[in-house]
């Protein structure tokens, strides 16, 4: 018998929360946000594409706290819905920050 089988019914089995999901998400989200910012490097410097590196550099940096809180609840057993409630809140706010990062380059193109 597996360990899924004998789960109660409140409990969901290991690795199938929303973790499994954003672990895999924020670690390509981080090839992204540096794909982003290696590309911009092509362009000729200017404020607003300083601005844009400093923002995807540090949204990358944001994609990784939530990649580590995601793994962090997978493998902790006491505390795993609160590391892996964080890493969605982490999530959301990195999306939110890629989100100002494009609105910042497409103003900043002009």
Known sequence: MSGAANAGPGSAPRGTG?????????ATMIG???TALYISLLSPFSGGRMVVDK??????LVFLVSAVLSFLS???HGRAARFESLAENVFIGALGLLALGALV?????S
């Open 18 to 26: 929303l973790s499994a999901h954003i672990l895999p998400t924020s």
């Open 32 to 34: 992204v946000c540096l």
């Open 55 to 60: 923002l995807l550099a540090v949204d990358a």
């Open 74 to 76: 997978m493998r902790v």
């Open 105 to 109: 380059l497409a103003f900043a193109v």
